[in-house]
Protein backbone atom coordinates (compact mmCIF):
# COMPACT_ATOMS: atom_id res chain seq x y z
CA UNK A 1 0.00 0.00 0.00
CA UNK A 2 1.63 3.59 -0.87
CA UNK A 3 0.35 7.11 -0.08
CA UNK A 4 -2.12 7.16 -3.22
CA UNK A 5 -4.17 4.50 -1.90
CA UNK A 6 -5.05 5.47 1.51
CA UNK A 7 -8.90 5.10 1.69
CA UNK A 8 -11.48 7.10 2.28
CA UNK A 9 -9.31 8.95 0.43
CA UNK A 10 -11.28 12.51 0.99
CA UNK A 11 -9.96 12.36 4.79
CA UNK A 12 -6.31 11.47 4.00
CA UNK A 13 -6.05 13.88 1.61
CA UNK A 14 -7.12 16.52 4.25
CA UNK A 15 -4.72 14.90 6.71
CA UNK A 16 -1.78 15.17 4.36
CA UNK A 17 -2.70 19.27 4.24
CA UNK A 18 -2.95 19.35 8.12
CA UNK A 19 0.60 17.78 8.40
CA UNK A 20 1.71 20.32 6.17
CA UNK A 21 0.86 23.20 8.30
CA UNK A 22 3.11 23.84 11.78
CA UNK A 23 1.06 23.43 14.94
CA UNK A 24 3.07 22.71 18.00
CA UNK A 25 0.88 23.45 21.26
CA UNK A 26 0.78 27.00 22.06
CA UNK A 27 1.89 27.94 18.65
CA UNK A 28 -1.35 27.05 16.49
CA UNK A 29 -1.73 30.45 14.62
CA UNK A 30 -0.98 28.66 11.54
CA UNK A 31 -3.50 26.01 11.81
CA UNK A 32 -5.76 29.08 12.74
CA UNK A 33 -5.38 30.41 9.71
CA UNK A 34 -5.66 27.66 7.57
CA UNK A 35 -8.95 26.40 9.40
CA UNK A 36 -10.18 30.22 8.53
CA UNK A 37 -9.53 30.41 4.88
CA UNK A 38 -10.73 26.53 4.71
CA UNK A 39 -14.12 27.75 6.03
CA UNK A 40 -14.61 31.14 4.06
CA UNK A 41 -13.58 29.29 0.59
CA UNK A 42 -16.15 26.61 1.29
CA UNK A 43 -18.36 29.84 2.06
CA UNK A 44 -19.55 28.53 5.64
CA UNK A 45 -19.89 30.43 8.43
CA UNK A 46 -16.59 30.56 10.05
CA UNK A 47 -15.83 32.52 13.67
CA UNK A 48 -12.67 32.61 15.68
CA UNK A 49 -13.07 33.12 19.50
CA UNK A 50 -10.84 34.93 21.57
CA UNK A 51 -9.07 32.23 22.52
CA UNK A 52 -8.28 30.78 19.27
CA UNK A 53 -11.10 28.07 18.98
CA UNK A 54 -12.35 27.68 15.41
CA UNK A 55 -15.56 26.80 14.44
CA UNK A 56 -17.57 26.08 11.23
CA UNK A 57 -21.09 26.00 10.48
CA UNK A 58 -22.16 23.79 7.85
CA UNK A 59 -26.16 23.89 7.05
CA UNK A 60 -27.86 20.81 7.21
CA UNK A 61 -28.69 19.10 3.63
CA UNK A 62 -31.85 18.57 1.95
CA UNK A 63 -34.44 16.96 3.74
CA UNK A 64 -32.47 16.75 7.48
CA UNK A 65 -33.44 20.80 8.28
CA UNK A 66 -35.08 19.80 11.08
CA UNK A 67 -32.55 17.03 13.08
CA UNK A 68 -30.70 18.37 16.31
CA UNK A 69 -27.41 20.03 15.60
CA UNK A 70 -24.80 17.69 15.72
CA UNK A 71 -20.93 19.01 16.93
CA UNK A 72 -18.13 17.50 15.78
CA UNK A 73 -14.93 18.57 17.44
CA UNK A 74 -11.61 17.68 18.13
CA UNK A 75 -7.60 19.79 18.69
CA UNK A 76 -5.80 21.40 16.23
CA UNK A 77 -2.20 20.92 18.22
CA UNK A 78 -0.24 18.35 18.25
CA UNK A 79 2.67 16.89 20.60
CA UNK A 80 5.83 17.66 19.02
CA UNK A 81 8.36 14.70 19.73
CA UNK A 82 11.31 13.19 17.95
CA UNK A 83 13.90 10.78 17.82
CA UNK A 84 17.02 12.56 18.97
CA UNK A 85 18.93 12.57 15.84
CA UNK A 86 16.05 13.30 13.66
CA UNK A 87 16.28 17.58 12.53
CA UNK A 88 13.12 18.96 12.27
CA UNK A 89 11.92 22.52 13.17
CA UNK A 90 8.35 21.92 14.13
CA UNK A 91 7.59 25.79 14.08
CA UNK A 92 8.01 25.51 10.48
CA UNK A 93 8.87 22.27 8.71
CA UNK A 94 6.46 19.93 7.95
CA UNK A 95 5.65 16.35 9.16
CA UNK A 96 6.93 13.68 7.12
CA UNK A 97 5.20 10.42 6.67
CA UNK A 98 5.08 6.82 5.16
CA UNK A 99 3.43 4.28 5.36
CA UNK A 100 4.50 0.24 6.46
CA UNK A 101 2.19 -2.53 5.98
CA UNK A 102 -1.29 -1.09 7.71
CA UNK A 103 0.00 1.92 9.58
CA UNK A 104 0.65 4.99 8.30
CA UNK A 105 3.93 6.54 10.51
CA UNK A 106 6.01 9.58 10.64
CA UNK A 107 9.66 10.39 9.57
CA UNK A 108 11.67 10.20 13.30
CA UNK A 109 8.65 12.05 14.81
CA UNK A 110 5.66 12.05 16.48
CA UNK A 111 2.84 11.51 13.57
CA UNK A 112 0.40 14.35 14.31
CA UNK A 113 -2.83 11.82 14.13
CA UNK A 114 -3.47 13.35 17.77
CA UNK A 115 -5.56 14.79 16.74
CA UNK A 116 -4.66 15.75 12.75
CA UNK A 117 -7.01 12.79 11.77
CA UNK A 118 -10.20 14.11 13.57
CA UNK A 119 -9.63 17.53 11.90
CA UNK A 120 -9.16 16.04 8.37
CA UNK A 121 -12.06 14.20 9.08
CA UNK A 122 -14.43 17.46 10.00
CA UNK A 123 -12.71 18.92 7.56
CA UNK A 124 -14.16 15.84 5.09
CA UNK A 125 -17.33 16.68 5.93
CA UNK A 126 -17.22 19.88 5.54
CA UNK A 127 -15.66 19.78 2.34
CA UNK A 128 -18.60 17.03 0.75
CA UNK A 129 -22.03 18.06 -0.56
CA UNK A 130 -23.43 14.82 -1.07
CA UNK A 131 -23.78 13.66 2.67
CA UNK A 132 -26.41 13.57 4.24
CA UNK A 133 -26.67 15.40 7.93
CA UNK A 134 -28.66 17.91 10.34
CA UNK A 135 -26.70 20.89 10.54
CA UNK A 136 -23.44 20.70 11.78
CA UNK A 137 -21.05 22.60 13.76
CA UNK A 138 -17.09 21.74 13.39
CA UNK A 139 -15.48 22.58 16.00
CA UNK A 140 -11.07 22.82 16.38
CA UNK A 141 -9.83 24.00 20.10
CA UNK A 142 -6.74 24.77 20.44
CA UNK A 143 -3.80 23.53 23.10
CA UNK A 144 -5.47 20.68 24.16
CA UNK A 145 -2.02 18.80 24.50
CA UNK A 146 -0.48 21.22 27.35
CA UNK A 147 -3.23 22.62 29.53
CA UNK A 148 -6.43 22.37 27.74
CA UNK A 149 -6.17 26.11 26.52
CA UNK A 150 -8.73 26.16 23.94
CA UNK A 151 -11.75 24.46 26.35
CA UNK A 152 -10.91 26.50 29.26
CA UNK A 153 -11.03 29.75 27.35
CA UNK A 154 -14.67 28.48 25.25
CA UNK A 155 -17.37 30.96 26.41
CA UNK A 156 -20.20 29.54 26.80
CA UNK A 157 -22.44 29.94 23.89
CA UNK A 158 -19.65 29.34 21.10
CA UNK A 159 -21.39 25.86 20.59
CA UNK A 160 -24.93 25.75 20.30
CA UNK A 161 -25.33 21.73 19.61
CA UNK A 162 -26.80 19.25 21.38
CA UNK A 163 -25.03 16.12 20.74
CA UNK A 164 -21.21 16.25 20.14
CA UNK A 165 -18.81 13.80 18.99
CA UNK A 166 -15.23 14.52 20.39
CA UNK A 167 -13.02 12.71 17.80
CA UNK A 168 -10.10 12.12 19.66
CA UNK A 169 -9.83 8.68 20.78
CA UNK A 170 -7.34 5.75 20.12
CA UNK A 171 -9.26 2.80 19.64
CA UNK A 172 -11.67 1.88 17.05
CA UNK A 173 -14.50 -0.44 18.01
CA UNK A 174 -14.45 1.80 21.78
CA UNK A 175 -16.39 4.52 22.37
CA UNK A 176 -15.72 6.63 25.40
CA UNK A 177 -18.22 8.28 27.53
CA UNK A 178 -16.07 9.30 30.92
CA UNK A 179 -12.72 10.79 31.03
CA UNK A 180 -10.57 11.58 34.02
CA UNK A 181 -9.63 14.72 35.61
CA UNK A 182 -6.03 16.14 35.80
CA UNK A 183 -3.21 18.64 37.14
CA UNK A 184 0.15 19.52 36.48
CA UNK A 185 2.42 20.20 39.58
CA UNK A 186 5.71 22.06 38.67
CA UNK A 187 8.63 22.03 41.62
CA UNK A 188 11.67 24.35 41.16
CA UNK A 189 15.43 24.15 42.60
CA UNK A 190 17.16 27.39 42.67
CA UNK A 191 20.76 27.69 43.92
CA UNK A 192 23.97 29.12 41.76
CA UNK A 193 26.30 26.80 40.37
CA UNK A 194 29.74 25.87 42.00
CA UNK A 195 33.29 24.31 40.99
CA UNK A 196 33.17 20.57 42.02
CA UNK A 197 36.00 19.56 44.75
CA UNK A 198 39.25 18.72 44.07
CA UNK A 199 39.68 15.01 42.48
CA UNK A 200 36.49 14.59 41.61
CA UNK A 201 35.70 12.82 38.14
CA UNK A 202 32.70 13.55 36.05
CA UNK A 203 30.81 11.13 33.98
CA UNK A 204 27.75 11.51 31.66
CA UNK A 205 24.82 8.84 32.15
CA UNK A 206 22.35 9.05 29.36
CA UNK A 207 19.47 6.76 28.75
CA UNK A 208 17.75 5.77 25.56
CA UNK A 209 15.30 2.99 24.26
CA UNK A 210 12.00 3.49 26.45
CA UNK A 211 8.72 3.08 24.69
CA UNK A 212 7.35 6.33 26.27
CA UNK A 213 3.78 6.98 25.69
CA UNK A 214 0.59 8.26 26.81
CA UNK A 215 1.12 9.35 30.18
CA UNK A 216 -2.93 8.76 30.69
CA UNK A 217 -3.89 6.04 28.41
CA UNK A 218 -0.22 4.42 28.83
CA UNK A 219 0.48 4.28 32.54
CA UNK A 220 -0.96 0.81 33.49
CA UNK A 221 0.72 -1.03 30.97
CA UNK A 222 4.27 -1.41 32.83
CA UNK A 223 6.37 1.38 30.33
CA UNK A 224 9.68 2.45 32.14
CA UNK A 225 9.60 6.31 33.25
CA UNK A 226 13.02 7.38 32.14
CA UNK A 227 13.10 10.18 35.01
CA UNK A 228 12.40 7.29 37.71
CA UNK A 229 15.42 5.22 36.10
CA UNK A 230 18.41 7.62 35.89
CA UNK A 231 17.24 8.65 39.24
CA UNK A 232 17.11 5.13 40.60
CA UNK A 233 20.80 4.73 39.58
CA UNK A 234 21.86 8.33 41.09
CA UNK A 235 20.34 8.13 44.31
CA UNK A 236 22.05 4.02 44.71
CA UNK A 237 25.18 5.99 43.79
CA UNK A 238 24.74 9.21 46.26
CA UNK A 239 23.81 6.53 49.12
CA UNK A 240 27.56 5.32 48.79
CA UNK A 241 29.61 7.92 47.66
CA UNK A 242 29.30 12.13 47.26
CA UNK A 243 27.78 12.52 43.87
CA UNK A 244 27.57 15.85 43.17
CA UNK A 245 24.79 17.03 39.91
CA UNK A 246 25.68 18.64 37.11
CA UNK A 247 22.45 18.63 35.36
CA UNK A 248 19.73 16.44 35.14
CA UNK A 249 17.54 16.04 31.58
CA UNK A 250 14.99 14.15 30.33
CA UNK A 251 11.69 14.39 29.68
CA UNK A 252 10.15 16.70 27.14
CA UNK A 253 5.45 16.86 27.39
CA UNK A 254 3.94 17.37 30.18
CA UNK A 255 2.17 14.20 29.39
CA UNK A 256 3.95 11.85 28.16
CA UNK A 257 6.18 8.74 30.01
CA UNK A 258 9.65 9.86 29.10
CA UNK A 259 11.91 7.81 27.04
CA UNK A 260 15.35 8.81 27.18
CA UNK A 261 17.50 11.56 29.32
CA UNK A 262 21.23 12.47 30.70
CA UNK A 263 22.44 13.19 33.71
CA UNK A 264 26.10 14.81 34.54
CA UNK A 265 27.73 14.14 37.37
CA UNK A 266 30.97 13.94 39.76
CA UNK A 267 32.09 11.77 42.04
CA UNK A 268 35.30 11.19 43.79
CA UNK A 269 37.79 9.76 41.26
CA UNK A 270 39.11 6.88 43.64
CA UNK A 271 34.85 5.90 42.91
CA UNK A 272 34.91 5.81 39.23
CA UNK A 273 35.13 2.11 38.31
CA UNK A 274 32.61 1.22 41.12
CA UNK A 275 30.43 3.35 39.38
CA UNK A 276 31.22 1.66 36.18
CA UNK A 277 30.84 -2.27 37.58
CA UNK A 278 27.40 -1.28 39.77
CA UNK A 279 25.92 0.65 36.20
CA UNK A 280 26.63 -2.69 34.21
CA UNK A 281 24.70 -4.71 37.49
CA UNK A 282 21.96 -2.16 37.27
CA UNK A 283 21.34 -1.97 33.72
CA UNK A 284 21.39 -5.83 33.71
CA UNK A 285 18.91 -5.97 36.59
CA UNK A 286 16.51 -3.30 34.87
CA UNK A 287 16.86 -5.45 31.66
CA UNK A 288 15.23 -8.38 33.78
CA UNK A 289 12.59 -6.01 35.08
CA UNK A 290 10.96 -4.93 31.74
CA UNK A 291 12.27 -7.85 29.80
CA UNK A 292 8.77 -7.75 28.85
CA UNK A 293 7.43 -4.26 28.11
CA UNK A 294 11.11 -2.30 27.07
CA UNK A 295 13.25 -4.58 24.84
CA UNK A 296 15.94 -1.78 23.82
CA UNK A 297 17.05 -0.17 26.76
CA UNK A 298 20.51 0.96 26.52
CA UNK A 299 22.36 2.83 29.16
CA UNK A 300 25.83 4.06 28.54
CA UNK A 301 28.09 5.75 30.86
CA UNK A 302 30.97 7.81 29.91
CA UNK A 303 33.78 9.82 30.97
CA UNK A 304 33.41 14.42 30.29
CA UNK A 305 34.50 17.58 30.78
CA UNK A 306 34.63 18.99 34.10
CA UNK A 307 31.55 21.51 34.77
CA UNK A 308 29.81 23.85 37.64
CA UNK A 309 28.04 22.02 39.85
CA UNK A 310 24.94 22.54 42.22
CA UNK A 311 25.99 23.24 46.17
CA UNK A 312 25.59 19.71 47.88
CA UNK A 313 22.12 20.34 49.40
CA UNK A 314 20.87 21.48 46.33
CA UNK A 315 21.94 18.07 44.46
CA UNK A 316 21.06 15.65 47.34
CA UNK A 317 17.89 17.15 47.86
CA UNK A 318 16.79 17.00 44.40
CA UNK A 319 18.18 13.41 44.23
CA UNK A 320 16.12 12.50 47.14
CA UNK A 321 12.52 13.63 46.13
CA UNK A 322 13.04 12.54 42.51
CA UNK A 323 13.75 8.93 44.19
CA UNK A 324 10.67 9.46 46.58
CA UNK A 325 7.40 10.80 44.14
CA UNK A 326 6.20 7.47 43.06
CA UNK A 327 4.94 7.25 39.55
CA UNK A 328 2.30 5.26 37.85
CA UNK A 329 -1.06 4.12 39.19
CA UNK A 330 -2.21 4.95 42.39
CA UNK A 331 -5.49 3.45 42.80
CA UNK A 332 -8.09 1.80 40.33
CA UNK A 333 -11.73 2.28 39.95
CA UNK A 334 -14.03 1.10 42.36
CA UNK A 335 -17.30 0.40 40.59
CA UNK A 336 -17.09 -3.03 39.05
CA UNK A 337 -17.95 -1.94 35.88
CA UNK A 338 -14.63 -0.13 35.66
CA UNK A 339 -12.25 -2.33 37.57
CA UNK A 340 -10.13 -2.90 35.05
CA UNK A 341 -9.10 1.17 34.65
CA UNK A 342 -6.74 3.09 36.95
CA UNK A 343 -8.86 5.52 38.91
CA UNK A 344 -6.08 7.56 40.18
CA UNK A 345 -2.13 7.93 38.93
CA UNK A 346 0.89 10.27 38.64
CA UNK A 347 3.78 10.68 36.17
CA UNK A 348 6.62 12.32 36.50
CA UNK A 349 7.22 14.17 32.65
CA UNK A 350 10.25 16.15 32.96
CA UNK A 351 13.00 17.05 34.49
CA UNK A 352 15.47 20.07 33.01
CA UNK A 353 18.50 21.84 34.16
CA UNK A 354 19.49 25.40 33.35
CA UNK A 355 22.21 27.38 34.56
CA UNK A 356 20.60 28.41 37.74
CA UNK A 357 17.69 26.19 38.58
CA UNK A 358 16.04 22.82 37.55
CA UNK A 359 12.36 22.31 37.32
CA UNK A 360 10.56 19.48 37.02
CA UNK A 361 6.83 18.81 35.97
CA UNK A 362 4.21 16.24 36.95
CA UNK A 363 1.04 15.66 35.76
CA UNK A 364 -1.99 13.98 38.12
CA UNK A 365 -4.96 12.36 37.25
CA UNK A 366 -7.93 10.84 38.68
CA UNK A 367 -11.64 10.02 37.82
CA UNK A 368 -12.64 11.11 41.49
CA UNK A 369 -11.92 14.68 42.01
CA UNK A 370 -10.95 13.92 45.69
CA UNK A 371 -8.59 11.75 45.03
CA UNK A 372 -7.21 14.28 42.15
CA UNK A 373 -6.70 16.57 45.23
CA UNK A 374 -4.80 13.94 47.16
CA UNK A 375 -2.83 12.98 44.78
CA UNK A 376 -1.41 16.08 43.47
CA UNK A 377 -0.92 17.27 47.10
CA UNK A 378 1.18 14.38 47.86
CA UNK A 379 3.73 15.06 45.06
CA UNK A 380 3.65 18.75 46.31
CA UNK A 381 4.53 17.69 49.66
CA UNK A 382 7.36 15.93 48.87
CA UNK A 383 9.08 18.47 46.81
CA UNK A 384 7.69 20.82 49.14
CA UNK A 385 10.12 18.99 51.99
CA UNK A 386 13.25 18.73 49.36
CA UNK A 387 12.96 22.78 49.46
CA UNK A 388 11.34 23.67 46.19
CA UNK A 389 9.08 25.86 45.34
CA UNK A 390 5.88 24.34 44.27
CA UNK A 391 2.98 25.55 42.25
CA UNK A 392 0.28 23.72 40.61
CA UNK A 393 -1.38 24.65 37.44
CA UNK A 394 -5.26 24.78 36.65
CA UNK A 395 -6.91 21.31 36.74
CA UNK A 396 -9.51 20.47 34.42
CA UNK A 397 -12.75 18.03 35.63
CA UNK A 398 -13.46 14.90 35.07
CA UNK A 399 -16.53 13.79 32.66
CA UNK A 400 -19.05 11.49 34.57
CA UNK A 401 -20.95 8.98 32.42
CA UNK A 402 -24.54 10.01 31.70
CA UNK A 403 -26.77 7.07 32.11
CA UNK A 404 -29.43 8.26 29.38
CA UNK A 405 -27.35 9.20 26.73
CA UNK A 406 -29.07 9.20 23.50
CA UNK A 407 -26.23 9.86 21.60
CA UNK A 408 -24.67 6.82 23.31
CA UNK A 409 -27.41 4.87 21.81
CA UNK A 410 -27.39 5.72 18.37
CA UNK A 411 -23.64 5.52 18.18
CA UNK A 412 -23.63 2.02 19.39
CA UNK A 413 -27.00 1.03 17.37
CA UNK A 414 -25.74 2.19 14.27
CA UNK A 415 -22.21 0.26 14.78
CA UNK A 416 -24.06 -2.72 15.40
CA UNK A 417 -26.06 -2.16 12.15
CA UNK A 418 -22.44 -1.42 9.87
CA UNK A 419 -20.24 -4.17 11.31
CA UNK A 420 -22.29 -6.87 12.96
CA UNK A 421 -20.67 -6.42 16.50
CA UNK A 422 -21.21 -5.00 19.77
CA UNK A 423 -18.45 -2.45 20.72
CA UNK A 424 -17.07 -1.18 23.63
CA UNK A 425 -18.90 1.48 25.81
CA UNK A 426 -16.00 2.89 28.84
CA UNK A 427 -14.64 5.39 30.34
CA UNK A 428 -10.79 6.64 29.76
CA UNK A 429 -7.98 7.67 32.47
CA UNK A 430 -6.66 10.03 29.80
CA UNK A 431 -8.46 13.82 30.16
CA UNK A 432 -10.34 14.79 27.13
CA UNK A 433 -12.11 17.73 26.23
CA UNK A 434 -15.62 16.22 26.92
CA UNK A 435 -15.25 17.35 30.76
CA UNK A 436 -14.74 21.27 30.56
CA UNK A 437 -17.35 20.96 28.00
CA UNK A 438 -19.64 19.19 30.45
CA UNK A 439 -18.76 22.12 33.14
CA UNK A 440 -19.94 25.03 30.37
CA UNK A 441 -22.61 23.37 28.38
CA UNK A 442 -24.21 20.87 30.89
CA UNK A 443 -26.98 20.19 28.91
CA UNK A 444 -24.75 18.45 25.83
CA UNK A 445 -24.67 14.49 25.14
CA UNK A 446 -21.53 13.37 24.55
CA UNK A 447 -19.50 10.35 22.88
CA UNK A 448 -15.38 10.29 22.03
CA UNK A 449 -14.53 8.09 19.43
CA UNK A 450 -12.03 7.85 16.79
CA UNK A 451 -9.57 5.75 14.85
CA UNK A 452 -6.95 3.20 16.29
CA UNK A 453 -3.42 5.34 17.14
CA UNK A 454 -0.98 3.33 19.05
CA UNK A 455 2.76 5.29 20.42
CA UNK A 456 0.68 8.84 20.57
CA UNK A 457 2.93 11.33 22.17
CA UNK A 458 5.77 9.90 20.54
CA UNK A 459 8.11 9.33 17.79
CA UNK A 460 6.68 5.99 17.82
CA UNK A 461 3.07 7.04 17.09
CA UNK A 462 1.12 5.50 14.34
CA UNK A 463 -2.49 5.05 12.54
CA UNK A 464 -3.84 2.15 11.91
CA UNK A 465 -5.07 2.89 8.58
CA UNK A 466 -7.85 0.56 7.47
CA UNK A 467 -9.50 1.92 11.07
CA UNK A 468 -9.83 5.29 9.28
CA UNK A 469 -12.64 4.21 6.57
CA UNK A 470 -14.30 2.39 9.50
CA UNK A 471 -14.94 5.55 11.61
CA UNK A 472 -15.58 7.50 8.93
CA UNK A 473 -18.52 5.05 7.53
CA UNK A 474 -19.54 5.18 10.89
CA UNK A 475 -19.46 8.67 11.89
CA UNK A 476 -21.55 9.42 8.56
CA UNK A 477 -24.24 6.70 9.50
CA UNK A 478 -24.56 8.98 12.75
CA UNK A 479 -24.85 12.17 11.06
CA UNK A 480 -27.55 10.50 9.19
CA UNK A 481 -29.39 9.15 12.39
CA UNK A 482 -29.22 12.43 14.88
CA UNK A 483 -32.57 12.56 15.79
CA UNK A 484 -35.21 15.48 15.50
CA UNK A 485 -35.31 18.65 17.75
Given at each position: ???????????????????????????????????????????????????????????????????????????????????????????????????????????????????????????????????????????????????????????????????????????????????????????TFKFTKENAPEGYFFMRLSLKGLHGGHSGDDINKKFANGIKLLTRFIYMTSEK?????????????????????????????????????????FAKEVEDEFHVTESDIQFNLESTDAEPVMPQSTSRNLILALQAVDNGPYAMCQ???????????????????????????????????????????????????????????????????????????????????????????????????????????????????????????????????????????????????????
Open positions: MNKNDLKPQCVFEQFAKVNKIPRPSKHEEKMIEFLKDFGNELKLETVIDKTGNVIIRKPASKGYENRKTLILQSHMDMVCDKLVDKEIDFTTDPIETYVEGEWLKADGTTLGADDGIGCAMQMAVLADNTLEHGPIECVFTRDEETGLTGAHGMEAGFMTGDLLVNLDSEDEGQFFISCAGGVTTNAYDLRLASFNSGRMHNAIPRDGVVVFAVPSEAKEDVRIALNVDEALAWMVETSSNIASVTTSDNEVKIVASQRSNVMSNLTNMGNTVKAAFQLAGAEVTQGDRYPAWKMNPNSQLTEIVVETYKKLFGKEPKVIGIHAGLECGLFSEKYPHLDMVSMGPTLRGVHSPDERLLIPTVQMVWDHLLEIMKNIPVK
